[in-house]
């Protein structure tokens, strides 16, 4: 078990929180990408198999081929999603990061690139197949089917959200499973791509971005992430 510290999101900040990273033996399993809901609507994003790691390679193939149950397909969407956030924190790190007003042509890339990945490796996850995805960088789609696009998505938006309700406080849950596969992809980058940040410590980094977005309001929701994103690091295993 690797241990990790996230600092608070400014160096005056005197909370620490420590959270634990695991080193998959094998590229195990984790997620994918952009889009979500067609509806055009944002409603309960988030997914604890997707997030922490355990979404199977073979699962979103089979969704994607519509052989399985909906609700099978709907977390394929999600993982969609989730893809997006993790190489948007990856290509971050890398500095190679670029957007494409090219929304579905853009997504369609690098889910293509997935589906090569885990044709070949249905037994590994999908965050495996998100690493494997992310070594040839290529422009993300600069926003999603809900609208969400993390340059122009604000603190104070962030903020209201959370205190609201509807659509704009489901943006905002959005906007945390976002942020939290964004940490997960910079420290694949930073750390070691096989360094996975249990769904357990989500609420820490929710807890970072909540604080920060509150004291820098008018900040986007993608520089904000990547401040934060940048204090998380491993720490020697006892």
């Known amino acids: 078990m690797v241990r ?5 999101a400014q ?3 005197t909370a620490r929180m420590t959270l634990l990273v695991r080193k998959s033996p094998i590229l195990s ?4 990408i952009a889009g979500l809901l067609t509806s055009g609507s944002a409603e309960a994003i988030s997914d604890r198999r997707i997030e922490d790691a355990r979404y199977a390679c073979t699962t979103f193939m089979d969704a994607e081929n519509k052989s399985t149950r909906k609700k099978d397909m709907d977390r394929a969407e999600l993982a969609r999603f989730w893809l997006v956030g993790f190489l948007t924190g990856a290509f971050e790190a890398d500095a190679v990061l670029e957007f494409s ?11 293509s690139r997935v589906k090569e990945y885990c044709a070949e490796h249905q037994d590994n996850s999908i965050h495996a197949a ?7 960088p290529e422009p993300l789609p600069a926003s999603t089917a809900i609208g969400f696009d993390p340059r122009q998505y604000s ?7 959370r205190d609201g309700r509807g659509d704009a406080k489901s943006l905002s849950e ?3 499973f976002w942020a939290f596969a964004f940490v997960q992809g910079t420290v694949s980058v930073r750390h070691h791509p096989r360094l996975i940040i249990s769904v357990a410590n989500k609420r820490k980094i929710v807890r970072a971005l ?10 986007t929701l993608l520089d904000q992430t990547a401040e934060i994103a940048t204090r998380v690091r491993p720490l020697p295993e006892r």
């Open 11 to 13: 160096r005056n900040d």
């Open 155 to 161: 603190c104070a938006a962030y903020s209201q959200g």
């Open 210 to 219: 909540k604080q920060s977005c509150a004291r820098n309001p008018t900040r």
């Open 4 to 8: 990790a510290i996230v600092p608070g």
């Open 130 to 136: 998100a690493v494997s995805a992310g070594s040839s």
């Open 101 to 111: 007003d090219d929304e579905s042509g853009a997504e369609g890339i690098i889910v």
């Open 174 to 176: 959005a906007a945390e």
């Open 29 to 32: 399993i984790i997620i994918l």
